[in-house]
C-alpha cells in the first residue's frame, strides 16, 4: 500500500533555531513530491521536487529529494513565529493521479 | 494570481437542508479538486475534475454531488448530510491532471458544521 510518512510528528523550537523535517515514501508510480504549510486553513504550496539532488530555495526554507532513499527533507533556517504551522508532504502518484498526503508535521517557534 | 476562492467560508446545516459549496479559480487550470480535512488530519481526496468532467470519485457517499459548470467553477451540493461530515472542504486546482508539471493551489476551505 502507498505511503508517506513523515517525521517528527511535532517539533518545538525557540526564534533562531534551524529545523529539518523528515518526509519518507513508498509510492508505486513516484511522479513528483510535494511540501505545503498549513496554518489556520488551506495549505499553502511550498515546493515541488521531481529530481533527486537539486535543491529548491525559497528564503530560508529550503527542500531536497533523495529518489534513491526516498526521501525528502524539508529545511527551515533562523525560524520565527510566523513559521508555526504544520507542513505536510504530499507525494503524487502517477497510476491514480493522486496526491498522497503524510499526517504532517507540526511546528511552534517560540520567542 | 495563483488565488482559489470558496464561500461561504463557515456553513452551519442541519441534517435535512440541502446547501451548495462553491469554488472559484481564474488561472486558467483544467483540473479541480475537492478534499475533505478532519481535525489534525491530512487532507482526503472526493473528487476530481479534469476539462469539466468528473475523472475521479473517491466512493464519496452520494448525499456529496459533485458539479463543474464551466472551467472556472467547482460547486459541491449537500443534501441530509451526517454529523460525522463536519469538516473543512477545500478546494484546489492545477494546470492539468496527470503532468508532470501539476501543482495543485488549495482554497482557503469552508468550515461545514452539521447539526
Known amino acids: 500500500e502507498d505511503k508517506v510518512v513523515q517525521s517528527p510528528l511535532s517539533l518545538v523550537v525557540h526564534e533562531g533555531d534551524t529545523v529539518t523535517l523528515n518526509c519518507s515514501y513508498e509510492v508505486t508510480n513516484f511522479r513528483s513530491l510535494l511540501w505545503y504549510k498549513q496554518e489556520k486553513k488551506a495549505p499553502t504550496f511550498l515546493f515541488m521536487l521531481t529530481s533527486s539532488g537539486i535543491e529548491k530555495k525559497s528564503g530560508r526554507l529550503s527542500s531536497i529529494l533523495d529518489k534513491k532513499e526516498l526521501f525528502s527533507i524539508l529545511n527551515i533556517t533562523a525560524t520565527q513565529t510566523g513559521d508555526s504551522a504544520i507542513y505536510l508532504c504530499a507525494v503524487e502518484e502517477g497510476n491514480t493521479d493522486k496526491l498522497i498526503f503524510g499526517t504532517g508535521t507540526r511546528l511552534q517557534v517560540f520567542p | ?115
Open chain 2, 1 to 115: 494570481d495563483t488565488e482559489v476562492t470558496q464561500t461561504p467560508k463557515h456553513l452551519v446545516m442541519g441534517m435535512t437542508n440541502k446547501k451548495s459549496l462553491k469554488c472559484e479559480q481564474h488561472m486558467g487550470h483544467r483540473a479541480m479538486y475537492w478534499y475533505k480535512q478532519k481535525a489534525k488530519k491530512p487532507p482526503e481526496l472526493m473528487f476530481v475534475y479534469s476539462y469539466e468532467k468528473l475523472s475521479i470519485n473517491e466512493s464519496v457517499p452520494s448525499r456529496f454531488s459533485p458539479e463543474c459548470p464551466n472551467s472556472s467553477l467547482l460547486n459541491l451540493h449537500l443534501h441530509a448530510l451526517q454529523p460525522e461530515d463536519s469538516a473543512l472542504y477545500l478546494c484546489a486546482s492545477s494546470q492539468v491532471h496527470s503532468s508532470l508539471t501539476d501543482t495543485q493551489y488549495f482554497g482557503p476551505g469552508t468550515r461545514l458544521t452539521v447539526l
